[in-house]
């Protein structure tokens, strides 16, 4: 499987990518071997509320990055219910230019109840895609909102969309979702509040960009009458140029392996934590202290842990 990958199967990959979402015994190997072969893809992180056309928006990027002579990836994570787990993925039926495009590979994956817009496997399949040898990989977040800000640690460029009439206005005065974008995109353009928004969101951008001295550009877009596409990629396309240009890629690439070895480190210790202390004989007595109000949920977390390690010490 992993030299059918790296020879560009795309069967190869789609198997591998039920295995990493799955969690399967052979994941681990699968990726470990591909790890060396990556690093040479355009990572792009498309995020922003709900109902901003998100989307529609990547249908159409994806395909003219594809008619630039670029191999294109699109992972959209999708959000999960919270008692089945599963997921409608309904993120590829507003798809369907890309989808008739052989040099681009769709894949839809529920976010499984993982907070920040993503799913835990996502930064694994990201790894089968840039092993796979895809010029581009566009990562859609699931659109929750400004606490969807775990992109950054894994895109080199992440798009903000937002739209008007959808409070995104105010939203750009608070502090999260707003701080991450190296390109903020109003979408749904043709709207007649369009330049309102576009307005109101630079005049929050060029307070910014005084104290932080980083010029975030606003790109006006409308999917539907095909217009400020171009423009978005040919940003894009020059957002990348740069980074390479500049070595601001290589900072960029060590933050995000800071931000994969301590996510894959807090994974192993939460399974592990679950293995051995919501498994133990005490921990239903524990929950039901906690319910008896008998002791305060931080103690209770605090005289397990300490239990923990005294174990794991011995």
Known sequence: ?????????????????????????????????????????HIIGITGSPGTGKSTLVDKVAKMLSDNGKSVAVLAVDPSSPFSRGAILGDRIRMMSAQKTSDIFIRSMASRGEVGGLAKSVRNVITLFEAFGFDAILIETVGSGQTEVEIMNLAHTTLVVTAPGLGDEIQAQKAGIMEIADIFVVNKADLPTAKTTAYQIQKILSTEAAVNRKQVPIIMTSPVKETGITELVEKVEERWQEINDSGEREQIEKSHAYYKLMESIKDKFWGFMKEEVMNSANWSTVVEEVYKKDIYPEQAADDLFSEFFVSVKK
């Open 1 to 41: 499987m992993v030299e059918n990958i790296k020879s560009r199967k795309g069967s190869a990959l789609a198997r591998a990518i039920t295995i990493v979402e799955n969690n399967d015994e052979d994941y681990l190997e699968i990726i470990s071997k591909l790890y060396s072969s990556t690093g040479k893809s």
